[in-house]
C-alpha cells in the first residue's frame, strides 16, 4: 500500500502524460541542447522584454520595512485592477472583486475551492489545457469530460447540456482556447449562458462558470473578445500575466468575480477568499511583482511576431499535408498530422532536433500543438523537417 494518499495517486495518474514527456521524455533529454528547435511548452526562447526586467528591478528596491513582509491581496493593485479589468471587459468590477493570486494556476485552484465540494462535478471541453483534470482531482472533485466539435472544435452546447446532472457545480470555458487557439463568439457564449440558467433550475442549484481567460489579450486579425462572465452572472474568471508577458516563471495573475453576480452571492465569496487562498498554500503573488501590476498591464510580448509565424507556419505546414486549423488567439498552433503514425512522425521531428507537443497529451493522438513562442530562427530551420514529414 502507497504512503501517497488516494487524491495524489488520482491527479498524478492524470498528469503523467504530460509529466513524463516533461521529466523523462526524448524531448526533455534534449530541451537544453543548444540547436534544437522548441515548439513544445509556452515559454520563451529569446530575452525577456526590457519593461518586464525594468520593472521588477526597480520594484525590488524597498520604500519602507514593510516592502517585503506578507502580501495578501494588497489594495492598491486591487484598485488598479479593477478599473483596468473593467475598462477591458467593459465590466464595473469593485476592488473587493479581485483577488491577486501566483498566476492563473493558483486562481484556478482556489476557484475550485470556493465552489467545489469534495465528490462535486466540474464540465469541460476535450481537448483542453492538461491541467484541469490532475487540478480537480486533486481537489478531491470529479471531472466529466466532453468533446469540442470537429473539424473547428467548437463547444459542443447540447453536449456539455447532457454532461450535467444533480452533482455539476461547474462549468469551465477557456477562450481563447489551448489548445486549438479558437475564440468562442458572442452568440455561443450567450446560448452557453442560457443553458446553465437551464440546467440550475433543473438540477435545482445554482452552476458557477468558470472562465480561464489567461490568452485573453492574444489575439490575430484584430478579433474582439467577450468574456463569458459579461453574459452568466455567477462567472468567476481566471487570468494571469505569464502569456501576455511571456514570463511564466514571474507568478501573478488575479481571480476575478463577475460584478453581475448578484451582491449577496459575491459577498459570500469576497468573504472566504482570502481564507481559500491562504489555505491552499499561499496563492497570493510575492511582494515585487503586486507593486510592479501598474508598470507591467502595458506590456505585452510581440504579437506581430506570433502572427508572422503563424502565416509561415501555416503555409509550410499545409504544404507539407498537414491540416491546421488557423488559430484565432493564444500563441499555439493546432494540427493534425498527415496520414500515418503520430508517434513516427513526432520521432522523424525530433530526429531532426525538432520538438513539437504530441497531441496524445491532450487525448488527441491524431494532432499536435505548435507553440509560436519559439524564435524566428527555430521556425526557419524547423521548415525542412516538417517538408520531409510530408514527403513521406
Ligand atoms: C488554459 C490555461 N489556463 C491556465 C494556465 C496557467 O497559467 P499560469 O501558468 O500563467 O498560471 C495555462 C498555462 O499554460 C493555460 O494554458
New binding site residues.
Given amino acids: 500500500m502507497s504512503i501517497v494518499s488516494k487524491r495524489v495517486h488520482s491527479a498524478d495518474a492524470a498528469f503523467a502524460a504530460v509529466r513524463d514527456f516533461y521529466v523523462s521524455s526524448r524531448y526533455a533529454k534534449h530541451r537544453t541542447d543548444p540547436g534544437i528547435c522548441d515548439f513544445t ?2 515559454n520563451p526562447h529569446e530575452m525577456p522584454l526590457d519593461g518586464l526586467v525594468g520593472a521588477i528591478r526597480q520594484r525590488a528596491i524597498p520604500h519602507d520595512k514593510d516592502w517585503f513582509a506578507y502580501k495578501t491581496s494588497e489594495e492598491r493593485p486591487q484598485a488598479f485592477l479593477a478599473k483596468c479589468v473593467s475598462k477591458e471587459l467593459g465590466l464595473g468590477f469593485e476592488p473587493a472583486d479581485i483577488a491577486l493570486t ?7 485552484m482556489v476557484a475550485f475551492r470556493l465552489v467545489l465540494d469534495a465528490g462535486e462535478e466540474a464540465v469541460f471541453s476535450e481537448p ?2 492538461f ?2 483534470e490532475p487540478m480537480l482531482l486533486a481537489a478531491d472533485a470529479v471531472p466529466r469530460k466532453v468533446a469540442l466539435k470537429g473539424p473547428d472544435f467548437d463547444l459542443d452546447l447540447p453536449a456539455i447540456e447532457a454532461a450535467i446532472g444533480p452533482r455539476t457545480r461547474l462549468v469551465i470555458v ?1 477562450s481563447p ?2 489548445p486549438t487557439g479558437r475564440i468562442y463568439g458572442r452568440e455561443l457564449l450567450q446560448a452557453l449562458a442560457d443553458l446553465l440558467e437551464r440546467a440550475s433550475a433543473r438540477i435545482g442549484r445554482r452552476i458557477f462558470l468558470l472562465s ?1 481567460e ?2 485573453r489579450r492574444l489575439r490575430f486579425d484584430g478579433r474582439g473578445f467577450v468574456s463569458p462572465a459579461a453574459l452568466y452572472p455567477w462567472a468567476l474568471i ?1 487570468y ?4 501576455v508577458l511571456l514570463a ?1 516563471g514571474q ?1 501573478l ?1 488575479y481571480l476575478a468575480l463577475s460584478p453581475l453576480m448578484p451582491l449577496a452571492d459575491r459577498q459570500a465569496l469576497r468573504d472566504v477568499m482570502f481564507s481559500a487562498q491562504m489555505a491552499l498554500g499561499w496563492c497570493f503573488p510575492n511582494a515585487v511583482m503586486q507593486y510592479a501590476v501598474v508598470d507591467l498591464e502595458q506590456l505585452s510580448i510581440d504579437q506581430a511576431a506570433l502572427a508572422r509565424r503563424r502565416e509561415r507556419l501555416t503555409a509550410a505546414l499545409t504544404a507539407a499535408g498537414f491540416t491546421v486549423l488557423r488559430p484565432e488567439g ?1 500563441f499555439y498552433l493546432w494540427s493534425k498530422w498527415p496520414p500515418g503514425d503520430p508517434e513516427r512522425h513526432w520521432a522523424m521531428l525530433a530526429d531532426r532536433k525538432v520538438f513539437v507537443m504530441p497531441g496524445s497529451i491532450m487525448n488527441s493522438p491524431a494532432y499536435l500543438r505548435i507553440s509560436l513562442t519559439a524564435s524566428d530562427p527555430m521556425v526557419e530551420r524547423a521548415l525542412p523537417a516538417f517538408a520531409a514529414i510530408g514527403g513521406l
Avoid at 501566483?102 to 484556478?108: N, V
Fill in positions: 511548452f509556452g501566483a498566476g492563473a494556476f493558483a486562481a484556478i483542453a489545457w491541467c484541469y477557456n482556447h489551448n480561464d489567461p490568452y481566471s494571469s500575466y505569464g502569456k511564466p507568478r495573475g493564444t
